[in-house]
């Protein structure tokens, strides 16, 4: 396969363990997951769903933080090496020009995504129920809350990581105000990061995800089209179960789906991703890439208590979403 990942970056000390012998998945996981206990801060119940990006030679990341009173933020770290994590004690402190906007109700689920000349973070935004909010830094220290994107009730944005057409692109999922037991993934476009819409229908349930699914990660600009990390979950007789898998999607038209996985890639099956807060839930936030070996690793949450770690390489995950995908 003639492959390249596009616009991508160097990360030569990516957190990274080898498929152990015995493994033939395209996902594997960290061997001392979770890399993110729940208890790292004094007051925290609960550590998941979070964004890493490599900065300066490091890596930093924004992290959903569940305290014991469970009011739910966002709050900023550090790691030399992707690995051990240095979490501040207090939430971020959002500069906003608009009271109305800037009214803390809950923050959580982040995405950090690297576009033109600053880091622009989304995640789900308290307003009259849960939408989506953008803010920006440019250095991790003062961080900027803009305009919400979408009306409630919407969920999992992702930003793109370039402009598509000259327009700002973002995923999201429509949904509810409460356990939202639908959902598909759809496409906006924006001129000025404020006003969003040409919205079109991305990608719907599945077999193993018949219930609803939402963008993960940052999408990964590849040859053979986008590369979408993504999260469904099933109903079971006890509850949704939440596992990832990936599509490709069109790089001019990236609402059209040129192939998608059957299976899932990754589900909930170790003791970590089957017990805590929310049982059974594999929910993929972040993926590191490095351009020059095409190592991926990738930041989830498990159970919707910990944060944990899985390692890919991005050429044999495009090949596995073309070998498995879905026959009309």
């Known amino acids: 396969m003639n492959f390249q990942i596009v616009n991508g970056v160097s990360i030569p000390d990516i957190p990274w363990e080898d498929r152990p012998a015995d493994c033939s998945d395209v ?8 890399v993110i206990p729940r208890n790292l801060l004094k007051d925290s119940n609960s550590i998941f769903n979070s964004a890493v990006v490599p900065y300066q030679g490091a890596y930093v990341g924004v992290f959903r933080i569940d305290d014991r009173r469970r009011v739910m933020n966002l709050f900023f770290g550090r790691s030399q090496d992707g690995l051990a994590w240095q979490i501040e004690p207090q939430p971020i402190e959002w500069v906003c020009d608009d009271a109305e906007i800037a009214r803390f109700q809950y923050r959580y689920d982040p995405r950090l995504t690297w576009l033109e000349d600053r880091y ?9 129920g849960p939408t989506i909010g953008i803010g920006y830094t440019h250095d991790f ?3 900027y809350q803009m305009e919400n994107a979408y009306l409630p009730f919407n969920r999992n944005g992702v930003l793109f990581p370039r402009k598509i057409h000259g327009k700002y692109a973002m995923f999201s999922r429509p949904s509810d105000n409460g356990h939202t037991p639908f959902g598909d993934i759809f496409y906006s476009e924006s001129p000025d990061m404020v006003h ?5 229908h991305v990608l719907g349930t599945g077999s193993w995800c018949y219930t609803k699914v939402g963008a993960g990660p940052i999408p990964i600009e590849t040859t053979e089209g986008w590369l979408l990390i993504y999260h469904g979950a099933l109903t079971s007789c006890n509850g949704f179960v939440y596992s990832m898998s990936a ?11 040129i ?3 059957a299976p899932y890639m990754l589900s909930p099956q170790m003791i970590y991703e089957c017990v805590g807060d ?6 993929p936030c972040a993926a590191l890439v490095d351009q020059d070996t095409q190592r991926m690793a990738i930041y989830y949450g498990a159970a919707d208590t910990v944060t944990a770690l899985a390692f890919a390489r991005v050429d044999e995950m495009v090949q596995f979403v073309k070998d498995t995908a879905v026959k009309d």
């Open 120 to 128: 622009y973070v989304t995640w789900c935004n308290g307003y009259y």
């Open 259 to 261: 192939y998608r996985a």
């Open 247 to 257: 599509v490709l999607l069109d790089l001019d038209k990236p609402w059209k789906v």
């Open 196 to 200: 969003w819409g040409h919205h079109r």
């Open 27 to 34: 996902v594997w996981r960290y061997q001392h997951n979770p």
């Open 141 to 143: 220290t003062t961080f």
């Open 278 to 283: 929310v049982p059974n839930v594999v929910f």
